[in-house]
């Protein structure tokens, strides 16, 4: 039994060693018998070798018993026939372990090339994507520059509402900014009228509480008025879109295409809704 291809390794083990044990009440693990778990993954190819060389070591073994029977003793006799016999055990379960390592590595091959379809497919669309992006870029770079042309002039039509606002004539309202306001409204402190229930004596017309005496037949309820205020709101500005818009270039140092601005190109258009 014999390989020379290059196989995964599968968990296949083999202890190179029978230990046989009968166990009759609780004791001590013996330390030299390691379990299946502890050992290491071995390929069909290490358990070919495996098996090769416990058939070497029967075939020398039963080589030397004719020679034995005449010169040795019967315990070295039945020594060797225990080596013997081992010795076809390791065959025999080595074989049984080649069978099992074949399979368990037919199967690995085969989920690996399934895997490796899979993979192959997804950089198939992933390439495809690829190209497809590097299109949509340069689309991108195209319409963003033509933009960046509209977010100029509106930058220029603001930079002219803003100088109109900051010298209005008397009594004129502020230019509105043409585009849709996305500031919001001044709300100021005003005061609103509340009704508050009391409970009051009749007599006396004086506030009267729950534990106001034990004769609670005078006690009557009454609706009184009490101004509240209101505090203000204050309003936020309108902030133009040249200045909420970035438009980035292409790679990594690329300038921008188009930048925004952090406060609009005035600190103050005038105009509030």
């Given at each position: 039994m014999s390989t020379?291809?290059?196989?995964p390794r599968v968990n296949v083990r083999e202890t190179r060693t029978i230990h046989p044990v009968v166990t009759i009440r609780s004791q001590p693990r013996d330390p030299v018998i390691q379990d299946a778990a502890q050992l290491a993954p071995r390929t069909s190819a290490d358990i070919a070798a495996d098996c090769d060389a416990a058939a070497a070591e029967r075939t020398a073994l039963e080589a030397s018993r004719p020679e034995l029977m005449l010169t040795g003793?019967?315990?070295d006799v039945a020594d060797l026939d225990h080596r013997i016999a081992v010795a076809k055990v390791r065959i025999d379960q080595a074989t049984a372990q080649y069978a099992a390592a074949l399979a368990a590595e037919a199967r690995a091959r085969s989920e690996?090339?399934?895997e490796q379809s899979r993979r192959k497919a997804l950089r198939k669309v992933g390439m495809?994507?690829?190209a497809e992006a590097a299109k949509l870029a340069d689309r991108y770079a195209v319409l963003a520059r033509e933009l960046a042309g509209v977010l100029g002039q509106l930058r220029e039509q603001e930079g002219r509402i803003a100088d109109a606002n900051a010298a209005l004539p008397d009594s004129a309202e502020p230019?509105?900014?043409g585009e849709p306001f996305n500031g919001t409204e001044t709300i100021p402190m005003r005061y609103e009228t509340t009704h508050d229930l009391i409970w009051v004596d009749a007599r006396t017309g004086q506030?009267?509480?729950i534990l106001a005496g034990n004769d609670l037949r005078h006690r009557v309820a009454k609706t009184i008025e009490?101004?509240?205020?209101?505090?203000?709101?204050?309003?936020?500005?309108?902030?133009?879109l040249s200045h909420r818009v970035t438009l980035p270039g292409l790679g990594r140092d690329a300038p921008p295409i188009w930048r925004?601005?952090?406060q609009p190109l005035r600190s103050d258009t005038g105009y509030r809704s």
């Open positions: 020379s291809m290059s196989l003793t019967a315990d690996n090339e399934a495809k994507a690829s230019v509105p900014p506030p009267a509480g009490r101004r509240v205020a209101v505090p203000s709101i204050p309003g936020e500005p309108h902030v133009p925004s601005l952090p």
